[in-house]
């Protein structure tokens, strides 16, 4: 049984730390975004204010979790960072035996991860794992969670990975797949671009770090659309994967492994 100790763990998954300033100081070279020590200390924040949606996705993962992950299961959380989805779902879990797989191949992210996990779960609940999730050797599952983590994966090893996923998750079993999505259309694409920029702004990111945080990520995240996402779901074997959240270019897509 998840021997989670905090009752409001799921706001503690999202909770603030440090506030994000990673992109404040203009740079004379912007380097590529990495997953490192000094983003770490501060994702919670970077999350909240980038993404919309993040913690209403992060919350709403228990309520799915309530409905596919039975008593005795595995879950997977793929590209965890600082385990919020895991607690999000442990904490709508707490009558239930379940294992929680952790993986990321950031340090920095599975060091201060293992902190959190162990402040509200019971040691033998949980396993954290750094490493890179497309070498992973999957056990069987009931659910598995890519939450803003297949975008930062190889184009071409998305589709693999996948598939390995969709092998081991059980029958009934379910993938959630949060990503940022790009339009085909270019129109749509500006007007959602100008929305997100008002978004950054009224979080309170200036033009600076706006700027090169999109230059950071340029190579390092790439976007496919929608419709790319819901073929290859299909292609790994979901029959009917459904888009269950939309704020802007952020989405999140349910794939259930028909019994
Ligand atoms: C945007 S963050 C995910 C946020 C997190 N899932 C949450 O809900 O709070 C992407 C994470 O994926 C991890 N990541 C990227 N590529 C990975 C890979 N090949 N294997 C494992 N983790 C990876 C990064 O280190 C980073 O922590």
């Known amino acids: 049984m998840a021997g989670i100790s905090d009752p409001n763990a799921t706001s503690s998954a999202v909770a603030t730390t440090?506030?994000?300033?990673?992109?404040?100081?203009?740079?004379?070279?912007?380097?590529?975004f990495a997953f490192n020590a000094a983003v770490a200390?501060?994702?919670?924040?970077?999350l909240r204010r980038s993404i919309p949606g993040y913690e209403t996705i992060i919350s709403q993962l228990g309520v799915l979790a309530r409905q596919y992950v039975p008593d005795g299961s595995r879950v997977?959380?793929?590209?965890?960072?600082?385990?919020?989805?895991?607690?999000?779902?442990?904490s709508q879990l707490r009558q239930r035996e379940v294992r929680y797989v952790?993986?990321?191949?950031?340090?920095?992210?599975?060091?201060?991860?293992?902190?959190?996990?162990?402040?509200?779960?019971?040691?033998?609940?949980?396993?954290?794992?750094?490493?890179?999730?497309?070498?992973?050797?999957?056990?069987?599952?009931?659910?598995?969670?890519?939450?803003?983590?297949?975008?930062?994966?190889?184009?071409?090893?998305?589709?693999?990975?996948?598939?390995?996923?969709?092998?081991?998750?059980?029958?009934?079993g379910a993938l959630v797949l949060s990503e940022k999505i790009r339009f085909a259309d270019a129109a749509q694409q500006q007007q959602i671009d100008e929305l997100y920029l008002e978004f950054k702004r009224a979080n309170?990111?200036?033009?600076?770090?706006?700027s090169q945080k999109r230059t950071a990520l340029e190579k390092v995240m790439l976007p496919d659309t929608l419709e790319t996402h819901l073929t290859r779901l299909k292609?790994?074997?979901?029959?009917?994967?459904v888009l269950w959240f939309q704020s802007f270019s952020f989405v999140s897509v349910l794939a259930v492994k028909i019994l």
């Open 102 to 172: 952790c993986v990321d191949n950031s340090a920095a992210m599975t060091e201060r991860c293992a902190l959190r996990l162990g402040r509200h779960l019971a040691a033998d609940d949980f396993e954290l794992i750094c490493a890179d999730i497309t070498a992973l050797k999957f056990q069987p599952a009931s659910m598995a969670v890519l939450n803003f983590t297949l975008q930062f994966i190889a184009p071409e090893q998305r589709a693999a990975l996948l598939q390995r996923i969709y092998q081991a998750l059980q029958p009934g």
């Open 41 to 46: 200390d501060v994702f919670p924040d970077m």
């Open 235 to 241: 292609a790994a074997g979901f029959a009917q994967p």
């Open 204 to 210: 309170g990111y200036s033009e600076l770090e706006i």
């Open 76 to 90: 997977y959380d793929l590209g965890c960072s600082l385990g919020a989805a895991t607690l999000a779902m442990a």
């Open 18 to 32: 440090r506030r994000d300033q990673v992109f404040a100081q203009a740079q004379t070279q912007v380097v590529d």
